[in-house]
């Protein structure tokens, strides 16, 4: 569900090296297995499992079944939520700034 | 053969005939959130579907495979603008709207069959700012983001 709490699921599952290793394998590579996901860390099955139903619920990762395999995603949505929240509106000053350096220079140069 | 798929899922306090409205026929809404770009089909299976940018420029081409409102959408979906982009081919793009809750679950599923795609790495820049902005959106009557100049730079 949408609000505080998911802000909240969202930071503690960001909040465990693990799990952050888990979402740089699958930006890496997507659609990987448990049993491909398990090969890169030093961690038992049930580990992975838990680390991977805490993203899940953060909605930082999705799940596709193809026949008997169940394939992980990255879902990039709640950080693209984070970006807008706090990063997005640094942006336009900045491509201001250069328009602005762009116009005075080209002026000199004239 | 070797699949690029990328999967996007938001959850969106509205309702699901609503949701379904602003991700097809409602095409003044779709321009709210899609940064001006709207897509035109009669958005039952068999209809042509495109894609038009504010200019008017139809960047993207294909055909509703499957239409089931408000619960899922098939799309086969050929860029048009870029000659390397349009070579790789035609994709698939699969919209699920589930209820939960409160919140209508939007699960977008696009892939095409090769890998590694430019088609994919395209739409990845552009799927989370458009669906970021659509729930805004839905969800306060406001847009997250009003440009997109990072998608069209992806693009």
Known sequence: MPGQDDTDALFKALADPSRRRLLDLLHAHDGRTLTELCAHLDMTRQGVTQHLDVLEAANLLATVRRGRRKLHFLNPVPLQEIYERWIAKFEKPRLKALADLKRRLEKAHD | ?155
Request: hydrophobic fraction near 35%.
């Open chain 2, 1 to 155: 053969m070797t699949r690029s798929t990328f999967l996007y899922v938001t959850y969106i306090r509205t309702t699901p005939e609503r949701l379904w409205s602003a991700l097809t026929h409602d095409a003044e809404f779709m321009k709210r959130y899609w940064f001006g770009t709207h897509c035109e089909s009669d958005w039952t299976a068999g209809s042509p579907w495109r894609m038009v940018r504010p200019d008017g420029i139809v960047t993207d081409a294909g055909e509703i495979l499957e239409s089931d409102p408000p619960r899922r959408l098939v799309i086969r979906w050929r860029h048009q603008n870029q000659p390397e982009i349009k070579a790789e081919g035609e994709s698939l793009c699969v919209i699920e709207l589930e209820p939960n809750g409160a919140a209508v679950k939007l699960t977008i599923t696009h892939s095409i069959e090769r890998e590694p795609s430019q088609l994919i790495t395209a739409v990845s820049g552009g799927w989370p700012k458009i669906l970021s902005n659509l729930k805004s959106l839905l969800e306060t009557g406001e847009v997250a983001l009003k440009d997109a100049y990072r998608t069209e730079c992806a693009r």
